[in-house]
C-alpha cells in the first residue's frame, strides 16, 4: 500500500489537523444548511401556502377577485413547464394544506428559477426592491391547478443561501487553518528539530569513537530521550574502554607464557616432536590473534587511506604461492578504494586460507563494477550444504570437526573476514559453483 501521509513529523500532524478541520467544517456547513432550510420554509414555503390556500378557497366560495396587484393570479393555463425541475418539498407542502382545509386540486407544478439583473419584469420595480430581488438570487413559481376554474399562479422570492453559506464556510476554514495550522506546524517543527539531530547523531555514532553529545533541546519528553541517548553513548564507550583494556591485559598475559614454551621447546631432542610442538604454539598464537583481531574490530587502530585493491589481492596472493599454495589471481587493472588496508587484507587471506585448505587451491578475481567492486575468491572444493552457508559466519562453527592440523582452525576466520567487510561497508556472500566448488565474493561500495 502506497504511503499517503507525508514523511515527516510536522507534516503527518498539519495532515491530521487539516482533516480534523474540513470533516469538523463538513458537519457545522450540513447542520447551518439544514437551519438555513428551516428558516426558509418559515418565511417562504409557509406563507406562500397560506397565500394559495387562502386564494382556492375564496375561488371555491365565487369570493376571488381577479387584480393584478394580488401575489396569487388565476391563469386559464399552467405558465410553469411541466418537464422543469420541481421542489417535491414545497409540492407536498401545497398539498398537505389545502387538504387540511378540504379543498382538491388537480396537478400542483412549482420551479425554481435565478433572477438576474437583466430580468424584463424588473423594470418597472423600484431600484431598492429591484436590488433585493436580484440579492436573494432566485425566485419560487407554483402553479395549483383548480380543476373546472384554472390555475392559481403564485411568484415568489426565493433567496439562494446556499451560496453565501459556501462562501462563509470556505473563509471561516480559511481562518481556522490559519489560526490553527501555524503553531501546529511551529510545534510540529520544534519537537522534530531535536529528534531529527538525534536521528543524525544516533546514524552517525561509531562505538568507541568520541562524539559531541547531542544538544538537549524541544520539549521535556524530548529532552529527556536526547539526554537518555547521551548518557547510553557515553556507557557504550566507556565498556568498550574497559574491554580493551582486558584484552590488551588477557593479550599480553597470553603471548608471554607461550613464548616461554616456544624457547623450551628447543630442549627436546626429538626433531618430529619439537616440530610439532612448534606448530601447536603458532596456532595457538593465530588463534588468539584472531580472537583479539575480531573483539578489537569495533575500534580499528588503523586509519582508512586510499589503497590499490589490485597491488593489496597480488601481495596476499605472493604470501600463499611462497609456501607453496595452488593460488592464483588474474591480473587486474590498478582500482583505488579508500579503506584500511591491513585488515582488508586479512579478510582477503582468510578466505584464501579457507580455500586452500577446503579446496586445495583457489583462484582469485577483482572485478570492477560501476557502483561496487567485487573480490571473487573460487575453489574446487565439495562446496557447503546450502542450508549450512549461513551458518559458517557464526563465530568458533566448523563444518569440519575434527580439528586437524590440516583442516584446523576454531571458526573465526570467515566470521573474522565478514566483520572487517562489514565495517568497511560491504558485504561477502558465499555460493556453491555448478562445476562443483565453492565461491567467496566480498563486494565493497565505490
Known amino acids: 500500500m502506497p504511503r499517503r501521509l507525508p514523511g515527516s513529523l510536522p507534516g503527518q500532524i498539519a495532515v491530521l489537523v487539516a482533516i480534523a478541520l474540513f470533516v469538523a467544517q463538513a458537519i457545522n456547513f450540513t447542520m447551518l444548511l439544514r437551519e438555513r432550510q428551516q428558516v426558509r420554509f418559515a418565511e417562504i414555503i409557509a406563507p406562500s401556502v397560506t397565500r394559495v390556500v387562502d386564494a382556492a378557497e ?15 393570479q388565476l391563469e386559464p393555463r399552467n405558465p410553469i413547464d411541466p418537464s422543469a425541475r420541481h421542489r417535491s418539498d414545497v409540492e407536498t407542502a401545497i ?29 418597472n420595480l423600484s431600484a431598492a426592491r429591484k436590488q433585493r430581488i436580484v440579492r436573494r438570487g432566485g425566485e ?63 546514524r552517525h555514532f561509531r562505538p568507541g569513537e568520541p562524539a559531541e553529545p547531542v544538544e538537549e533541546a524541544g520539549p521535556s519528553d524530548v529532552r529527556a530521550v536526547i539526554a537518555a ?54 596456532e595457538m598464537n593465530r588463534t588468539l590473534d584472531d580472537i583479539l583481531s575480531l573483539a578489537r574490530l569495533g575500534r580499528p587502530s588503523e586509519p582508512a587511506t586510499d589503497v590499490d585493491m589490485a597491488a593489496l589481492i597480488d601481495a596476499v596472493v605472493d604470501d600463499f604461492q611462497d609456501l607453496g599454495a595452488n593460488v592464483a ?22 578466505l584464501i586460507e579457507n580455500a586452500v585448505k577446503y579446496g586445495g587451491g ?26 549450512q552457508i549461513a551458518l559458517v559466519f557464526d563465530p568458533f562453527t566448523r ?40 565461491t567467496a565474493t566480498i563486494t565493497l561500495p565505490r
Open 58 to 72: 375564496r375561488l371555491t366560495s365565487g369570493r376571488f377577485q381577479r387584480d393584478r396587484r394580488t401575489r396569487v
Open 95 to 123: 398539498r398537505q394544506g389545502l387538504s387540511d382545509a378540504g379543498l382538491s386540486a388537480g396537478a400542483i407544478i412549482t420551479r425554481i428559477d435565478d433572477v438576474s439583473p437583466d430580468d424584463p419584469r424588473l423594470k
Open 140 to 202: 419560487l413559481h407554483i402553479a395549483v391547478e383548480m380543476p373546472g376554474r384554472g390555475w392559481l399562479v403564485l411568484h415568489a422570492p426565493w433567496p439562494r443561501t446556499e451560496r453565501g453559506l459556501i462562501f462563509q464556510l470556505l473563509l471561516q476554514t480559511l481562518i481556522l487553518y490559519i489560526v490553527v495550522l501555524v503553531p501546529v506546524l511551529w510545534a510540529g517543527h520544534r519537537i522534530a528539530r531535536p529528534l531529527n539531530g538525534l536521528a543524525q547523531a544516533a
Open 229 to 282: 541517548f547521551n548518557a547510553l553513548s557515553l556507557r557504550v564507550n566507556a565498556m568498550i574502554d574497559e574491554k580493551d583494556k582486558m584484552l590488551g591485559a588477557i593479550g599480553h598475559d597470553l603471548r608471554t607464557p607461550l613464548a616461554a614454551l616456544r624457547v623450551r621447546i628447543e630442549s627436546v631432542e626429538d626433531d618430529e616432536d619439537r616440530a610439532k610442538m612448534a606448530d601447536t604454539i603458532d
Open 329 to 350: 589471481f588474474e591480473e587486474a587493472a590498478r582500482l583505488t578504494m579508500h579503506l584500511r588496508p591491513s585488515l582488508m587484507r586479512r579478510a582477503v587471506r582468510n
Open 362 to 387: 583457489a583462484q582469485v578475481r577483482l572485478v570492477p563494477e560501476a557502483r561496487a567492486v567485487r573480490i571473487e575468491v573460487a575453489d574446487r572444493g565439495p562446496g557447503i550444504a546450502p542450508d
Open 399 to 438: 563444518l569440519e570437526t575434527s580439528r586437524n592440523r590440516e583442516t584446523g582452525g576454531i571458526g573465526l576466520g570467515l566470521a573474522l573476514a565478514r566483520a572487517i567487510v562489514r565495517e568497511a561497508g560491504g558485504e561477502i556472500t558465499l555460493a556453491n559453483r555448478d562445476r562443483g566448488g565453492l
